[in-house]
């Protein structure tokens, strides 16, 4: 069957006539009973979330995404395109109360994580100090890595006389 309901009678209680056999009946009853309350218990909250950190919490594929949303079943929509939601940066995560609340709080959790980890600064060093700091086929630089955990490229296209550039990121 089919039901249908203006905008005014969503909020009024409906009377529904299931007709059919009994035992057809007695399941329809249930799984609306079933819908009713999951409607009821849905909800949705909206978070602010830098669009540059957009790819960090959907992660490669949407893997990290996919995760939440079936670990919390939950649905976790990230802005498209030039709508309003895009400029203000808001992800939007739809379901049940519980799921919502617990996947809000690993969302912000990675998001917390993630801006941690992707800092960024750049620093000029004196041309002649390239070498010393990449070290015998990158020994030095490579330690300096491995213990900062920090991602460092040295630019060398540096003109005559002019500073090299390293960037960090970690």
Not at 93 to 102: L, M, T
Not at 118 to 125: G, K
Not at 132 to 145: D, Y
Request: proline share 4%; aromatic share 2%; hydrophobic share 40%.
């Amino acid at each position: 069957g089919k039901v249908d309901a203006d905008e005014k009678a969503r909020a009024k209680k409906v009377p529904i006539a299931l007709t059919g056999r009994k035992e057809c009946v007695a399941e329809a009853k249930a799984r609306l009973a079933a819908q009713v309350q999951r409607l009821a218990d849905e909800t949705t909250v909206r978070l602010r979330v830098p669009a540059e950190m957009h790819g960090a919490l959907i992660g490669p594929g949407g893997k990290y995404v996919s995760r939440l949303q079936d670990k919390y079943g939950v649905r976790i929509l990230f802005p498209r395109g030039d709508d309003e939601a895009q400029a203000a940066g808001e992800v939007s995560v739809r379901g049940g109360k519980r799921g919502v609340a617990e996947a809000q709080a690993e969302l912000l959790e990675l998001l917390a994580y993630e801006q941690e980890r992707n800092q960024a600064e750049e620093m000029a060093v004196p041309q002649r100090a390239v070498a010393r700091i990449l070290g015998r086929s990158g020994a030095t630089i490579n330690q300096l890595r491995l213990e900062s955990g920090a991602e460092i490229d040295v630019e060398r296209e540096a003109r005559a006389g002019e500073p090299a550039v390293l960037r960090l990121r970690g």
